[in-house]
């Protein structure tokens, strides 16, 4: 789908009560390839309204720090946001119930995970291709939202468990972690170069974590997503790696959209990202194992209702089955319909069907979570498992009063039906 301008994108029509303006002055200026090629450019300053002041890092590619209220852009590469993860902390054991495709016994490995990695918990990964984490669903005793306290500002949060600790990351690169998966503070090594940049998303493979975020102009879908690493998630500093994947930069005229990245490593060890919204629907692009893109292929994964609106894509691994997860409707404006949908594929490439059999391509999806008279506009969720118990991670405005402020953190119990269908306990 090719909206018109006037239409803005979805993270323009998000931040709209935050005063956003002029998002990304000059994207044009440094021409991504649509590869992991850079560009060059000069550097701009700014105040991210979200995020705070932003200071671009130092790189060799590219110039822009994306804001998410008035953006610096920084003498340096230009990164993006992705989500895969390691092993369950304690992947021995598949849940009661499985459906077709685990085993209640051995499921080593946990979720998943560059190598099935017993320490980290975070969403997607490799490894662990049958494992079956989470709580079987008992209508008698359904999943419920956790009581969270502390520090829960977060727009589109994406989060990564290592042993006990979840880190978390949001748009405007806000970080934050917990011990207890409840209580949240600061993450004193988190941050990334590009502090204003929306929808950050934390992987591991190729050795190393990668950061993931992206930058768009200002309501269009000329945008870029580019990459961060480092060693370790609480010690050391990002590395900015450049863009990895952007679209219509310099002669390009694509249809797609290169925000909301989310990384899914498959049972070879290769890495995919998923990522998009509004124009064409969700897409994937095959990385290679040190981030960057491999290829030049576009694989087509959804779509929104009659052509509407479908952002915020993750794919998590269980049982077998890749599950695709995406946020129809509008987050932070009328009618604040936000809710957040489900298909699954035996491929990662799809294609993703819902529970009803409709193609995710089509407009499909069987809906997870939708708002209540509490929570408004659920939506952008990530996955993760945490004592080899599923959770779904995402934000929610407090309605009616909120609905118009900061995005707040979400947690809720994701439990399985017979079938392997993820049931939620949001809003």
Same mark, same amino acid.
Request: aromatic share 8%; hydrophobic share 35%.
């Given at each position: 789908?090719?909206?018109?301008?006037?239409?803005?994108?979805?993270?323009?029509?998000?931040?709209?009560?935050?005063?956003?303006?002029?998002?990304?002055?000059?994207?044009?200026?440094?021409?991504?390839?649509?590869?992991?090629?850079?560009?060059?450019?000069?550097?701009?300053?700014?105040?991210?309204?979200?995020?705070?002041?932003?200071?671009?890092?130092?790189?060799?590619?590219?110039?822009?720090?994306?804001?998410?209220?008035?953006?610096?852009?920084?003498?340096?590469?230009?990164?993006?946001?992705?989500?895969?993860?390691?092993?369950?902390?304690?992947? @021995?054991?598949?849940?009661?119930?499985?459906?077709?495709?685990?085993?209640?016994?051995?499921?080593?490995?946990?979720?998943?995970?560059?190598?099935?990695?017993?320490?980290?918990?975070?969403?997607?990964?490799?490894?662990?291709?049958?494992?079956?984490?989470?709580?079987?669903?008992?209508?008698?005793?359904?999943?419920?939202?956790?009581?969270?306290?502390?520090?829960?500002?977060?727009?589109?949060?994406?989060?990564?468990?290592?042993?006990?600790?979840?880190?978390?990351?949001?748009?405007?690169?806000?970080?934050?972690?917990? @011990?207890?998966?409840?209580?949240?503070?600061?993450?004193?090594?988190?941050?990334?170069?590009?502090?204003?940049?929306?929808?950050? =998303?934390?992987?591991? &493979?190729?050795?190393?974590?990668?950061?993931?975020?992206?930058?768009?102009? &200002?309501?269009?879908?000329?945008?870029?997503?580019?990459?961060?690493?480092?060693?370790?998630?609480?010690?050391?500093?990002?590395? =900015?790696?450049?863009?990895?994947?952007?679209? %219509?930069?310099?002669?390009?005229? =694509?249809?797609? %959209?290169? +925000?909301?990245?989310?990384? +899914?490593?498959? =049972?070879?060890?290769?890495?995919?990202?998923?990522?998009?919204?509004?124009?064409?629907?969700?897409?994937?692009?095959?990385?290679?194992?040190?981030?960057?893109?491999?290829?030049?292929?576009?694989?087509?994964?959804?779509?929104?209702?009659?052509?509407?609106?479908?952002?915020?894509?993750? +794919?998590?691994?269980?049982?077998?089955?890749?599950?695709? &997860?995406?946020?129809?409707?509008?987050?932070?404006?009328?009618?604040?319909?936000?809710?957040?949908?489900?298909?699954?594929?035996?491929?990662?490439?799809?294609?993703?069907?819902?529970?009803?059999?409709?193609?995710?391509?089509?407009?499909?999806?069987?809906?997870?979570?939708?708002?209540?008279?509490?929570?408004?506009?659920?939506?952008?969720?990530? /996955?993760?498992?945490?004592?080899?118990?599923?959770?779904?991670?995402?934000?929610?405005?407090?309605?009616?009063?909120?609905?118009?402020?900061?995005?707040?953190?979400?947690?809720?119990? +994701?439990?399985?039906?017979?079938?392997?269908?993820? /049931?939620?306990?949001?809003?």
């Amino acid at each position: 789908m090719n909206l018109s301008l006037s239409l803005l994108s979805h993270r323009e029509r998000r931040l709209g009560p935050f005063a956003l303006v002029a998002m990304c002055c000059s994207l044009a200026s440094f021409g991504c390839s649509g590869g992991a090629s850079s560009a060059q450019g000069g550097a701009s300053a700014g105040t991210d309204n979200v995020g705070g002041s932003v200071a671009g890092g130092a790189g060799n590619v590219g110039n822009v720090a994306g804001g998410v209220g008035n953006v610096a852009g920084a003498a340096g590469n230009l990164a993006g946001g992705s989500t895969s993860g390691g092993g369950d902390t304690n992947p @021995t054991g598949g849940s009661a119930g499985a459906p077709t495709g685990g085993s209640a016994g051995a499921s080593a490995g946990g979720m998943g995970g560059t190598g099935g990695s017993n320490v980290g918990g975070g969403p997607g990964g490799s490894g662990g291709s049958d494992a079956c984490p989470g709580a079987a669903y008992d209508p008698a005793s359904p999943p419920k939202a956790l009581m969270l306290t502390g520090n829960l500002g977060a727009h589109d949060p994406a989060a990564y468990v290592v042993g006990k600790t979840v880190y978390l990351a949001a748009t405007g690169i806000a970080t934050k972690s917990s @011990t207890n998966l409840t209580t949240w503070g600061s993450w004193p090594a988190g941050g990334g170069t590009h502090g204003g940049a929306w929808a950050p =998303d934390i992987s591991n &493979f190729g050795g190393v974590f990668h950061l993931y975020y992206a930058v768009s102009s &200002f309501g269009s879908n000329k945008s870029c997503i580019g990459q961060e690493t480092r060693a370790a998630l609480d010690s050391g500093s990002w590395a =900015d790696k450049g863009n990895v994947l952007c679209s %219509n930069m310099g002669t390009t005229k =694509d249809n797609w %959209n290169a +925000i909301d990245p989310n990384i +899914i490593v498959d =049972d070879g060890g290769v890495p995919w990202m998923d990522f998009g919204s509004f124009w064409g629907g969700i897409k994937m692009a095959k990385l290679n194992t040190d981030g960057t893109r491999a290829d030049m292929e576009i694989h087509d994964l959804a779509s929104g209702p009659q052509g509407g609106a479908v952002e915020g894509p993750f +794919i998590f691994k269980r049982c077998g089955f890749y599950y695709l &997860f995406v946020s129809f409707g509008s987050c932070c404006s009328a009618p604040y319909n936000y809710t957040i949908r489900v298909g699954r594929s035996a491929t990662v490439t799809g294609p993703y069907m819902d529970k009803d059999g409709v193609a995710m391509t089509n407009g499909g999806g069987t809906l997870l979570v939708q708002g209540n008279a509490s929570w408004s506009a659920p939506g952008h969720n990530a /996955v993760i498992v945490y004592d080899n118990r599923t959770y779904n991670v995402y934000h929610a405005l407090a309605a009616p009063s909120g609905q118009n402020g900061v995005a707040t953190l979400r947690i809720a119990e +994701i439990a399985w039906d017979a079938n392997g269908w993820p /049931v939620s306990g949001g809003p």
